[in-house]
């Protein structure tokens, strides 16, 4: 539910308050398609072209207006990089790392379905 406020005698809507169910390193996978991911970056709310969002078939079109998951994503055949709904992901209960080229880079030990992120060294 939305709260409605009026600013210069106009109505502004608040955005939702929504909460992310996963955070970054943890592995997750996806409710439908099954591939398995590590979450690297997670946005609020929908931030990506609107040409990606057209391309998703409409009757298994996810709501905008919930957190969206950067994975470092794989599958049996290969990685990549995913942008995930969270309506679309489960824990990852497998107990299993995720074989990403990229995940040594970013992250550094992976115990209990997590990875801990790398701190971060700058000059």
């Given at each position: 539910m939305?709260?409605?406020?009026?600013?210069?005698?106009?109505?502004?809507?608040?955005?939702?308050?929504?909460?992310?169910?996963?955070?970054?390193?943890?592995?997750?996978?996806?409710?439908?398609?099954?591939?398995?991911?590590?979450?690297?970056?997670?946005?609020?709310?929908?931030?990506?072209?609107?040409?990606?969002?057209?391309?998703?078939?409409?009757g298994v079109r996810p709501d905008k207006d919930q957190p969206f998951y950067h994975l470092l994503a794989e599958n049996g055949e290969t990685s990549y990089v995913a942008y995930v709904s969270q309506q679309n992901l489960i824990a990852d209960d497998s107990d299993e790392p995720v074989d990403h080229p990229a995940i040594a880079g970013m992250f550094g030990t992976y115990a209990h379905g997590k990875y801990q992120l790398r701190p971060l060294h700058r000059h």
């Amino acid at each position: 539910m939305n709260d409605t406020i009026q600013i210069f005698g106009s109505d502004i809507s608040a955005p939702p308050i929504v909460h992310a169910r996963f955070s970054i390193g943890d592995v997750v996978q996806h409710r439908l398609f099954g591939f398995r991911g590590v979450v690297f970056d997670i946005d609020p709310v929908f931030a990506n072209t609107e040409e990606w969002y057209q391309a998703i078939p409409e009757g298994v079109r996810p709501d905008k207006d919930q957190p969206f998951y950067h994975l470092l994503a794989e599958n049996g055949e290969t990685s990549y990089v995913a942008y995930v709904s969270q309506q679309n992901l489960i824990a990852d209960d497998s107990d299993e790392p995720v074989d990403h080229p990229a995940i040594a880079g970013m992250f550094g030990t992976y115990a209990h379905g997590k990875y801990q992120l790398r701190p971060l060294h700058r000059h």
